[in-house]
């Protein structure tokens, strides 16, 4: 369909790898301890060949340069590898930013041993879903009791992200041998960024609805705004309701009915699968990120409405959030949305078994519950469950942010796939808000003025 976001994207230097992110994925599979370079293979053999040349012809500086040769590849492969005794101490110029903020980070590494370090190499553990705008990585030689310093900024987006230890290397004077460790760093290693939840605009729900007043129209006819029907007056009607145009010209009372508004319980569920972490470039936030930005925008403007609000991954690990009202409840969804491992911006490594899952939610989803499913419909599987969620009585709405490219035949084709897949939707009676490049607010104003014809 799309670039996917890959647990192994990024470059092992500690520099930002595709999608803005950073990985270390040669990390995982480097050998660590002391670990012989290569860099001098064959110089022994090399430094033989002017030896037994300068022999031959009985040339004396051939004989010299060659001996000088061997002698130094024997030196490299006498030579052994240094001790790391360093401290690291990281800072972060704010560990709490709010979104797209700049954080400055400074790690420091100090030589505490006896010898020198002649080639001392750091490469900082960046959480993955963090972009930087330089490599996190320092090369230096270092004397005992001095330090060395690097700076790099990060820019800080949704959830909590935990650096890893810091890789280190360092390579004996010859170049022939290294030592290869992962210390651990003092100091701040942790950065929390939690958005505010900001309202988008009034998002139009379907009909099921709780026995509580609310803004949604019923069939039933009571007290409201819009006309529903007339009857019969019966003793204790207000005054306000009793249909004086017909009484005048008739001299019968009757009462108007209007229709009934009441609120909704409304549980948000976001697809984030690994499938659902797609992204039409490298640049581009992935749909998991577009679909919590959207569950961002709808959960206060269901709250602010009365409505009864929910919020749920479909994805790896627990994330639910039962539906409730009030300040309390907008919090812990605020707190879910920025900071739960099942919504990271990266893909998790947790296993997933989505029919358990599908059960599951069932049990838990209220029976009088609406559903607004998240997703980019990456597979045919998204669109089963919003189908058998809406067929086991869930009216369901989905809003699906389009991470689709054109740039080529693979990426249309995949783009064709999801429209079929909206069309099919629709055909079936789910409505279907096909998020483009506009705003949520833009699209669900659309979508209102079209549902309503």
Known sequence: MSERVSRDRGSADGSTGANGRNADPLGRIRPRGVVPTGRWTGMAALALLPVGLGVLLRHPP???????????????RGDSAPDIDVTIERDLSDPTPDPGEEVTVTLRVRNEGDGVLPDLRLVDGVPAALATDAPARLGTALRPGRTATVSYRVTAIR???????????????????????????GGATTLRCTPELEASASLPLRGLTTVYSGRVPTDVGGSGIEFHSTREYRHGDPAKRVNWARYARSGELSTLEFREERAATVVVC???????????????????????????????????????????????????????????????????????????????????????????????????????????????????VARRLDAYGHAVTVISPDSTADDTPGHRLAGIERANRLSRLRSAGIRVIDWGEESLATELERAAARWSR
């Open 270 to 384: 976001i697809d984030a699968r690994e499938e659902a972490y797609l992204a039409p470039d490298a640049e581009s936030p992935n749909a998991v990120e577009r679909s919590v930005e959207a569950a961002s925008q709808a959960v206060p403007a269901l709250l602010d409405s009365g409505d009864r609000v929910g919020v749920a991954a479909f994805g790896p690990g627990d994330c639910r959030l039962d539906p409730g009202v009030g300040d309390d409840h907008a919090a812990r969804a605020r707190e879910l949305l920025a900071t739960h491992p099942a919504l990271a911006p990266t893909p998790t490594d947790e296993r997933f078994l989505p029919t358990t899952w599908v059960r599951r939610f069932r049990r838990w989803l209220p029976a009088d519950a609406q559903v607004l499913f998240c997703t980019p419909l990456p597979d045919d599987y998204a669109a089963t």
């Open 62 to 76: 051939l004989l010299l340069v060659g001996a000088l040769g061997v002698a130094f590849a024997a030196y490299a």
């Open 159 to 185: 959830g909590v992200h935990e650096w890893d230890p810091v890789h280190v290397l360092a390579r004996n004077p010859s170049g022939s041998r290294e030592r290869d460790a992962r210390l651990d760093a």
